[in-house]
């Protein structure tokens, strides 16, 4: 998938501030945060949408909620709080095909969201 923006972030092709990496998954800050921590949290895995997700990704998809929970804690946001969103295809506002969670803090977030 060499015409993925967040492969090529993969890659090391597009700088990005990467805040948390491991085998399985890779953390940077959004480019356009939404919130004072905005980071964007992906499995190294090419995997499109939330309904592109097979059986045998389920590990990977865990390991993206314990990043999810260790950058929090490196943040210093767990107690405050944060939220978690996963876009899923252009009616939810997915723009990169590549799945990604973020992770928001650092404001108050209103619910429901727009
Ligand atoms: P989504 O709209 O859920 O697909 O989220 C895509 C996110 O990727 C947006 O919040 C963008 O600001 C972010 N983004 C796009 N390009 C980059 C980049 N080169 N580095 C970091 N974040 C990016
Ligand atoms: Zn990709």
Request: aromatic residues 6%; proline residues 5%; contains cysteine.
């Given at each position: 998938?060499t015409?993925?923006l967040?492969?090529?972030?993969?890659?090391?092709e597009?700088?990005?501030?990467?805040?948390?990496?491991?085998?399985?998954?890779?953390?940077?800050n959004?480019?356009?945060?939404?919130?004072?921590?905005h980071i964007?949290?992906?499995?190294?895995?090419?995997?499109?949408?939330?309904?592109d997700?097979?059986?045998?990704?389920?590990?990977?998809?865990?390991?993206?909620?314990?990043?999810?929970k260790?950058i929090?804690r490196?943040?210093?946001?767990s107690e405050?709080?944060?939220?978690?969103?996963?876009?899923?295809?252009?009616?939810?506002?997915?723009?990169?095909?590549?799945?990604?969670m973020h992770?928001?803090?650092?404001?108050?977030l209103?619910?429901?969201?727009?």
């Amino acid at each position: 998938m060499t015409d993925c923006l967040f492969c090529k972030v993969r890659d090391g092709e597009i700088p990005t501030d990467i805040v948390f990496e491991n085998e399985d998954v890779l953390a940077f800050n959004d480019i356009n945060p939404q919130a004072p921590v905005h980071i964007l949290i992906i499995p190294r895995l090419h995997i499109s949408t939330v309904n592109d997700v097979a059986e045998n990704n389920e590990l990977i998809m865990g390991k993206l909620f314990s990043a999810a929970k260790t950058i929090a804690r490196q943040k210093s946001v767990s107690e405050d709080g944060y939220r978690l969103v996963v876009n899923c295809n252009a009616g939810a506002g997915q723009t990169v095909f590549h799945l990604h969670m973020h992770l928001l803090a650092g404001r108050a977030l209103t619910w429901p969201p727009g």
